[in-house]
T-cell receptor
């Protein structure tokens, strides 16, 4: 299985907050990422966090990093139908290689 | 912003033929590009690292004679699936990090390959 682990599915009501959790394995990872993939499309970088940060906020997105537990989370405030997609957590290995989690499918219901 | 393109976006081929997929960085030079493979409802698996001016580095379990990679220039890497078989059907995605940034890595839109 993957070294980066995520829950596979999340269903959320429109307007509520979504929280996607991820655990990673490489404590030396300098950057951790969240990517979004819509059906049939490539990956879109949503946000990233440097390993010396605990939190990063970018509009509706909040990333929390717990280095001690190697736990990363992505919170999407006021979730919209356009947020329905697969979200991948990824850690950087070495200079540029990325190791991805299995992806969390987020379904937003009206 | 920086963009990575792939061509073709989808291809259908007969078993036994070879298929070439191109990955281009459109407004930056990429000495390194990455090729991933994604099966339906699964994660991206790194296949190989494409290096401009030198041989590609393949991940364990990836056949280098099956998946030929050529980094022809600072803006182009190609992946050729040789003698394709139905089990090679997949979604192939490339990525390229801008040379001055490790914070971001840009992904192509992907190429869906179907081998009949």
């Amino acid at each position: 299985g993957e070294d980066v682990e995520q829950s596979l599915f999340l269903s959320v009501r429109e307007g509520d907050s979504s929280v996607i959790n991820c655990t990673y394995t490489d404590s030396s990872s300098t950057y951790l990422y969240w990517y979004k993939q819509e059906p049939g499309a490539g990956l879109q970088l949503l946000t990233y966090i440097f390993s010396n940060m605990d939190m990063k906020q970018d509009q509706r997105l909040t990333v929390l990093l717990n280095k001690k537990d190697k736990h990363l989370s992505l919170r999407i405030a006021d979730t919209q139908t356009g947020d329905s997609a697969i979200y991948f957590c990824a850690e950087i290995i070495g200079d540029y290689k990325l190791s991805f989690g299995a992806g969390t499918t987020v379904t937003v219901r009206a | 912003g920086a963009v990575v393109s792939q061509h073709p976006s989808r291809v259908i081929c007969k078993s036994g033929t070879s298929v070439k997929i191109e990955c281009r960085s459109l407004d930056f030079q990429a000495t390194t590009m990455f090729w991933y493979r994604q099966f339906p409802k699964q994660s991206l698996m790194l296949m190989a690292t494409s290096n401009e001016g030198s041989k590609a580095t393949y991940e364990q379990g990836v056949e280098k004679d099956k998946f030929l990679i050529n980094h022809a220039s600072l803006t182009l890497s190609t992946l050729t699936v040789t003698s394709a078989h139905p089990e090679d059907s997949s979604f192939y995605i490339c990525s390229a990090p801008p040379p001055t940034s490790r914070e971001t890595q840009y992904f192509g839109p992907g190429t869906r390959l179907l081998v009949l």
